[in-house]
């Protein structure tokens, strides 16, 4: 609990030493960083639900500034009827909200307790995967823009509604899969029932009666259950069939059709075995898999959305010489828009009037804000630092650097799947010599014994279904993902996993991935003339004149504890602070600044020179500072032999300062997006498997054309939404741990693998001499899945003992 | 053994009311969120808070105190 003093209690993140703020919880004072925390964790205890705190398992999300005045933004909305949501009875609506911040299971029972208590709201459901809040609510007793508020208050941020069919179609996805999957099971319930009793009469005789009535009973479930829930494997065989390939989805189809054909034939004939509960069965566990993958596939963010987030869903438009909110979707070439001071350009366009410094770190990866005057373009998605100014939006939103880089984005994600479909291309040979053995086992037994010939062939199509072959990966996989989530590293596509062993070159970005993003202090120099001065005094005068300092690089003194009383008339200029410190006047800023008559260089984030009337009293050299344990880890990697580049879009200086603290000689500055994917892409033609890691949005095309990808804390949506794995924890020590995970899931797949083709080379010959009747042969086929399953949950164990030893520390929970 | 031409068909109409409840339920979405609900068990209190007149409002209060 040491840690716990410095931590904020609501959204976990570093107290800043200047704030004093706290809140009481159960009697006791804990402290929190940011009067947007302090309004929110007050609201969620005085309301009586101090349990959220308790039974959380994530931090919360920090509210930002312009959170609180969330509900004034939407009031102009309130009249939009088409931002209703789809209308129910009386009145009623159903609103569908997408939320930042739902983390957990706590969040969501925090936001229908909310809203739930209020007046107009009927009824809340919270999906902590995909982060919607869906609503039924009045808008004659509520306003929308109260909702709105209601969730900004407990400190999370609604997004206008959106009408686009993308977020719905998701869901109707998931109720689609589950709805196959339900009918599938009920039905087998009652199948597997009926077919109890025909086994059973089968051993001890039953009269011709019965008999027929549980096989056209079974037949009647069965027919519903073939064209409903089987209709997908039939329209993606038929699709794969039409590229001219033979997919997994093939024999599954001809399994279910000829057993569902072959029964029909045999009870109508009344001679012969029913085999409907082979294919129900058949039908429910394939689509128990499709499910689980589906699901898995839908906590992966979206692109789209993510991409939306980037962006303000507000601008400020001038229109006569009044302002007016509208949303940044509306903006148009020419229009005239207001960008205020740590506001984000809601897009492309010139600035006309004022200038200041933008923030492009997470567009460009270039760590230090760039001054931008009246004629110069500013991008949508950076920030605006210094101060308001008014921009001439040039281009579309649609048409906008970040749109179109998205646009790229997809491209390279399509391009990829060509890689991961590796093992399918197997799966189709596989399939292929399945049918091929059932073809000519169909053949042998027509010329010799004809009764044989359906039971024999529907035993080979059944022992060998690619079940366990399939299930090899994806169940390896599986227990690798909920290791690795255990550590706090996301896996959002499996298939990277099997990747993972033939890495030999590993990429990094540079600012916000080997750096931590923000500034330090790496060197402190004291004016020799000025030896009344120490480090620390001048230390705690600078930090003093930053205290309340918005610019990034006052976060450089964060750390350092002050005494605000000593400080007064502290003015804010562009390129420096001035102030009364203990009754003397300081200036902290740059040479120009403070009057400093020398040459001034440096890299990273460059020099603070701290002056008073008589001169300048310290130089503070800052840079960006590295992350936890990067040293070693990149150490680490390179003895064991991996390949090591710094990809980056910071000027030389930066870069070289960062490749030589951290041992890396090939460094290559100044990349353009564009640039970074050429050279990843010749990395890959020369027969290099790389793993990207990064953090901005400027890398996030970079990373998906790479053959695996990892984000970092702290990393932009986009970038997340492209990579295989996100790390959440703060240290690069992860990296390492995901590359022994990998190779781990590797061998465990080609045990599974290995198995499975021996279990199907030793049993196809004994069902195709027609030993094994098709009940055995499902029986076979579930027990060698089992064994696959069983041998992947393994992974999970040996984590555990390994856990120890790599001692990686846990984000606070 | 001729009840079962009763009770079979009887259970086949269950079936079929079955799957149409499930039906019914999922696209009322009573399956998209699994989560909090089982929470609500340990979390929700017999006294409910009262309601929030206006959020904004005690933002204001909490600023107060200081």
Redesign the interface.
């Known amino acids: 609990m040491a840690e716990s003093a410095r931590v904020c209690f609501h959204c976990g993140e570093p107290v800043p030493s200047n704030c004093n703020?706290t809140v009481e919880v159960e009697e006791q004072l804990q402290p929190v960083c940011c009067?947007g925390c302090?309004?929110v964790a007050?609201?969620i205890l005085?309301?009586?639900?101090s349990?959220?705190y308790q039974?959380r398992t994530e931090n919360a999300l920090k509210p930002a500034e312009e959170d609180?005045?969330i509900?004034l933004s939407w009031q102009r909305y309130d009249e939009r009827h088409s931002l209703w949501g789809s209308p129910l009875k009386n009145g009623r609506y159903e609103l569908l909200l997408q939320v930042e911040g739902i983390r957990c299971?706590?969040c969501?029972?925090l936001i229908?307790?909310?809203l739930e208590?209020?007046?107009g709201i009927d009824q809340v459901?919270?999906?902590?995967a995909t982060g919607f809040v869906?609503a039924t609510w009045q808008p004659a007793k509520l306003k929308m823009s109260k909702i709105a508020?209601?969730l900004?208050?407990?400190g999370y941020r609604p997004h206008l509604p959106l009408s686009g069919a993308e977020s719905l179609g998701r869901?109707q996805e998931?109720?689609d899969a589950?709805?196959r999957l339900?009918?599938a099971g009920?039905?087998m319930m009652?199948v597997m029932m009926?077919a109890a009793g025909l086994y059973a009469g089968d051993a001890m005789g039953i009269?011709e009666g019965?008999e027929r009535?549980?096989q056209l009973?079974s037949l009647?479930?069965t027919t519903p259950v073939l064209l409903y829930s089987g209709k997908v494997f039939y329209t993606s065989a038929w699709r794969s069939l039409s590229h001219r390939k033979i997919g997994m989805d093939v024999p599954v189809a001809l399994a279910i059709s000829i057993a569902f054909i072959m029964s029909c034939i045999n009870f109508l004939t009344g001679s012969g075995h029913v085999y409907f509960d082979s294919v129900v069965m058949f039908i429910f566990f394939l689509s128990l898999g499709r499910y689980a993958e589906l699901v898995i596939r839908h906590r992966n963010l979206q692109t789209g959305l993510a991409l939306a987030r980037l962006l303000p869903e507000w601008a400020e438009l001038i229109r006569n010489g009044k302002t007016e909110k509208v949303p940044a979707s509306d903006l148009r070439v020419a229009d005239q828009i207001r960008v205020r001071a740590g506001d984000t350009f809601p897009a492309d366009g010139v600035i006309i009037h004022g200038s200041t410094e933008a923030d492009e770190a997470l567009l460009t990866g270039e760590s230090r804000p760039v001054a931008k005057h009246a004629g110069d373009m500013v991008i949508a998605g950076s920030i605006n630092r210094t101060q308001g100014v008014e921009v001439e939006v040039c281009k579309d939103p649609d048409d906008s650097t970040v749109s179109v880089m998205g646009r790229m984005l997809l491209k390279s994600q399509t391009h990829r799947s060509r890689y991961t479909r590796l093992s399918e291309r197997y799966a189709g040979w596989f399939v292929a010599v399945v049918l091929l053995v059932a073809g000519l086992t169909a053949t042998w037994w027509l010329y010799h014994d004809v009764a044989m010939l359906f039971p024999a062939t529907l035993a080979v199509l059944v022992i060998s279904c690619p079940c366990a072959l399939s299930l090899a990966t994806p169940a390896a996989i599986a227990s690798s993902s909920r290791a690795l989530l255990e550590e706090g590293v996301l896996l959002t596509r499996g298939a990277a996993l099997e990747h993972m062993g033939d890495i030999d070159t590993i990429v990094f970005d540079k600012t916000g991935t080997l750096t931590s993003g923000s500034p330090g202090i790496v060197n402190t120099v004291i004016n020799p003339d000025r030896p009344e001065f120490t480090e620390e005094s001048a230390l705690g005068i600078a930090a003093l004149l930053e205290v309340n300092s918005s610019h990034p690089v006052s976060r450089a003194f964060a750390d350092i504890p002050v005494n605000r009383d000593l400080v007064s008339d502290i003015v804010n200029h562009e390129i420096g602070v001035e102030g009364r410190v203990d009754g003397k006047n300081y200036h902290l800023g740059n040479a120009a600044f403070t009057d400093v008559n020398v040459v001034d260089f440096a890299g990273g984030f460059g020099r603070l020179w701290l002056a008073d009337k008589t001169g300048w009293v310290a130089r503070f050299d800052l840079d960006d500072g590295l992350r936890e344990s990067a040293i070693e880890t990149l150490a680490s990697l390179r003895e064991k032999g991996f390949d090591l580049v710094i990809l980056s879009g910071d000027h030389p200086q930066a870069v070289a300062s960062v490749a030589q603290r951290t041992g890396i000689d090939n460094w290559y500055a100044e990349q353009s997006p564009v640039m970074k994917m050429n050279f990843l892409e010749s990395l890959q033609e020369k027969g290099k498997t790389v793993l990207m890691v990064g953090d901005g949005i400027n890398d996030a095309p970079v990373l998906s054309a790479a053959n695996v990808s990892v984000t970092v804390s702290g990393a932009s949506e986009l970038a997340n939404s492209t990579a295989d794995f996100i790390v959440t924890g703060k240290s690069l020590k992860y990296i390492e741990y995901i590359l022994t995970i990998g190779n781990r899931t590797r061998l465990i797949i080609r045990q599974n693998l290995s198995w499975a083709l021996t279990y199907n080379l030793l049993a196809v010959p004994f069902a195709a001499a027609g030993l094994i009747v098709p009940w055995m042969a499902a029986l076979g086929m579930s027990l060698s899945s089992l064994l696959v399953v069983l041998n992947s949950g393994r992974l999970a164990k040996r984590k555990r003992e390994t856990n120890t030893a790599l001692q990686i520390p846990l984000e606070a929970q | 053994m001729s009840i079962i031409y009763v009770l079979i068909p009887l259970a086949v109409i269950l079936l079929a009311l079955a799957v149409w409840a499930l039906i019914w339920a999922i696209k009322n979405g009573q399956f998209d969120d699994l989560e909090s609900h089982g929470w609500s068990v340990v979390l929700d209190d017999d006294q409910k808070p009262p309601p929030i007149s206006e959020p904004t409002n005690e933002t204001d209060k909490s600023e107060d105190k200081q």
């Open positions: 703020l009067s302090e309004a007050t609201l005085q309301s009586g639900q349990r959220y039974f609180a005045d509900g299971a706590a969501a029972w229908r307790s909310q208590s209020r007046e459901q919270v999906d902590v869906r508020a209601m900004a208050g407990v869901q998931r109720r589950l709805k339900g009918v009920l039905g009652q009926f009269s019965p009535f549980l009973i009647i479930v």
